[in-house]
């Protein structure tokens, strides 16, 4: 019995039904009207269009007239784009038609106009439906180059729906050179994709290929698992052509374990399916092939006849000499069970023709074998003639037919030894292909580690620089008043005072600052946006800030627009706008002023801070949000910071899926912006 692999073809389904509702019949008759001043391309682009309503409604011939049609007027007009997607299209006919040989020739030619425009991703997708067919035509060495050129494609494309498509070529390949485990690892790295992209059908097509892969490794294995979660996918997106296939796999898994009830079982259910359908004539000779396996088996002869010359109608029709040539040792096999010896000869005599053009056909590793071994018969029947007309030459004669034989050993030890370096180096070439994935994967840990390792000690370098400086002004000045408290008077010892508690309020900002920026990198934050009111939050901020600028007389004018409602967390806004807020007051004059204002767009709001203090070069903006070049700057009274309070902004603002910037002129101002989302109801 026979299983099928599933591929995932890439826009070349065809819905072939023969009834066309009256709207496109009305369209397909304006389309028939098509006017002379029409330029030419809109002309072959309605062409196109027609085409392929004709091919969706099941009119294929009428289609492939039309194709050649518009082919013929896009050559005229020498419009490469067009060019090339006519013969993508008539690629495509032949491959619905089984015609892979024609299928490639087309493909290969719409390759050639696609690589000039430089269409990446339509070469990519060509070149796997290229593989595609050599894998159907068996010349697996073919096939699996062409994967190999898309995958690289898709890869550079970062299309990830593409290469697992690939994979599935690939495991299909190992899979018909019973080569299970390799076959299994590319559909587990299929299947992996597909689920990162939710992309139901190709987990359901990954599932029926590792059921596949797995039971022929182990029969004893639940691979059968797999089909069955493959059909309740399939069911769920009403891909009952699939539910058949995997009805079908399942029918030839328990003809395996000679379950025979289950397989019959199983095998009507994908008949009935396929007779719902009506459409792959593919998959009707695939399951009368099994059917009639199965009750010959059974030894039900005249049903195995019957479901045989089922097949075999759908095998002439399609051009499947593979699934003939089990048809016809099956029958034969029938045939002579039941006493029909000469029914059962004939049947014998076409398998072994046909079997032996398969052979030549699908084999043509061992043509070699076979052309050295015709020669050595003709050689012997000459050698039988020369000895029949004189004895003297006996010599001569069994000296050619040891050195025929000679030679007929060397080609098959050269046939096994190609076929051996030929397997070997497709091994070395996907192991190399392995280990080149790991080494890129190693190599990325490497270098996120030694970023992070990086930021490691600049952080500490930060807490060791930004914290001496309050830390020593702390134990100084306590120091001073413990050894001289009877000394100084009331007036001095507050001051002393005043200068400790300025030094704590840095330090324990900077610790703030530094625990907040810890967790953020750590992920323990929690980010949990709700519907905030801004001027109320602003209102609040300013209202903590507000004994900073009092002390330095400056003034902050609240100008943001009210009912105006965003989605943030609100100790991440809290944390912005306090660093923001306290960064303007440090480097604005005394008896300065900061305005906070709003500009709203679409669905973001900007949010401004803008002051007339001290202002910043161009090469302190550029630096300001990133650690690498974190410095730390004087206030305009003497204040201190360690510059982590604007690289917790900006990580904060990242959140919350906005941007923080700074514009400044030197000796007029700054002025610092952040964007956050409008709350929408």
């Known amino acids: 019995m026979i299983k099928n692999i599933t591929f995932l073809i890439l826009g070349l389904i065809a819905f072939k039904s023969n009834a066309i509702n009256n709207s496109d019949i009305i369209y397909s008759n304006k389309l028939e009207n098509f006017s002379k001043k029409i330029t030419d391309s809109t002309r072959i682009s309605k062409l196109l269009d027609k085409a392929k309503l004709y091919y969706t409604k099941g009119k294929i011939d009428s289609a492939f007239n039309f194709y050649n049609e518009g082919l013929e007027l896009a050559r005229k007009s020498n419009i490469k784009s067009q060019i090339a997607e006519y013969l993508f299209n008539i690629a495509t006919y032949y491959q619905d038609l089984y015609q892979y040989a024609l299928a490639i020739e087309y493909y290969e030619r719409a390759l050639i106009h696609f690589e000039d425009l430089n269409q990446i991703k339509k070469v990519a997708e060509i070149k796997k439906q290229i593989g595609d067919n050599y894998s159907y035509l068996t010349e697996e060495d073919k096939a699996i180059d062409y994967y190999f050129k898309s995958l690289i494609h898709y890869r550079e494309l970062k299309d990830q729906d593409g290469v697992a498509d690939n994979y599935i070529g690939i495991g299909n390949l190992y899979y018909g050179n019973e080569h299970y485990d ?10 992996e994709i597909f689920t ?14 590792l059921a596949n892969a797995t039971i022929d490794a182990d029969i004893n294995s639940n691979g059968v698992d797999y089909y069955f ?5 399939q069911e ?23 379950m025979y009830d289950e397989a019959k079982f199983y095998l009507n259910k994908a008949l009935e399916k396929a007779i719902q359908l009506n459409t792959d004539k593919y998959l009707f000779a695939l399951i009368y092939l099994n059917l009639s396996d199965l009750e010959s088996t059974v030894k039900n002869y005249d049903k195995a006849i019957y479901y045989g010359n089922k097949s075999l109608e759908f095998c002439d029709k399609l051009g499947l000499q593979d699934f003939k040539m089990y048809n016809l040792k099956n029958l034969s096999t029938v045939y002579e069970n039941i006493g029909n010896r000469s029914k059962a000869l004939n049947y014998l005599k076409e398998y072994i023709a046909l079997n032996d053009t398969i052979i030549k056909t699908n084999k043509r590793k061992k043509i070699i074998l076979f052309t050295a071994l015709n020669k050595l018969e003709e050689s012997n029947f000459k050698i039988n003639e020369l000895s029949i007309k004189n004895e003297n030459e006996k010599k001569i004669m069994y000296f050619l037919v040891i050195a025929i034989i000679i030679f007929g050993l060397l080609v098959i030890i050269l046939i096994l030894q190609q076929t051996s370096k030929k397997k070997a ?14 080494h890129k994967e190693i190599k990325l840990q490497t270098n996120n580690l030694k970023l992070l390792n990086d930021t490691k000690d600049k952080i500490f370098s930060i807490i060791a620089h930004d914290l001496k400086n309050p830390f020593n002004s702390i134990i100084g000045f306590t120091e001073l008043l413990i050894e001289n408290i009877a000394v100084y008077d009331e007036e001095k010892q507050l001051k002393f005072l005043k200068i400790v508690k300025g030094s704590t309020t840095k330090a324990s900002d900077l610790l703030n600052n530094l625990l907040i920026w810890a967790n953020s990198q750590s992920g323990t ?28 007389e400056i003034s902050i004018f609240n100008n943001v627009y009210h009912n105006l409602y965003i989605n943030a967390d609100v100790n991440m806004l809290n ?12 480097f604005t004059k005394p008896g300065g002023e900061i305005y906070m204002s709003s500009i709203i767009e679409k669905t973001t709001v900007t949010i401004v801070i803008k002051d007339n203090g001290i202002g910043m070069s161009q090469e302190t903006i550029d630096n300001l949000f990133s650690i690498d070049n974190k410095t730390s ?4 009274a003497n204040e201190q910071g360690s510059g982590l309070g604007l690289i917790l902004c900006k990580d904060f603002v990242e959140k919350h899926g906005g941007k923080i910037w700074a514009e400044s002129t030197l000796n007029t101002g700054s002025m610092f912006m952040f964007s956050m989302p409008i709350y929408q109801d």
Request: zero cysteines; charged letters at 20%.
């Open 633 to 636: 700057s004087i206030g305009t």
């Open 182 to 191: 390799f076959a299994e690892r590319y559909y587990n790295d299929a299947l």
């Open 236 to 258: 769920a997106l009403k891909d009952y052509e699939g539910v058949a296939i995997n009805f079908n796999n399942i029918g030839d898994y328990y003809m395996t374990l000679n």
């Open 196 to 209: 990162s992209l939710k992309d139901t059908l190709g987990i359901a097509t990954s599932y029926t290929n």
């Open 575 to 586: 944390t912005i706008l306090r660093n923001l807020l306290s960064n303007s007051i440090k």
């Open 425 to 438: 180096y497709n091994l070395l070439e996907f192991k190399n292909y392995q280990i080149s994935r790991m």
């Open 229 to 233: 979660k493959s059909i309740d996918l």
């Open 525 to 552: 934050i929690n980010f949990n946006p709700v519907k905030i009111e801004l001027i109320k939050q602003v209102s609040d901020v300013i209202s903590l800030v507000e004994i900073q600028a009092i002390n330095k």
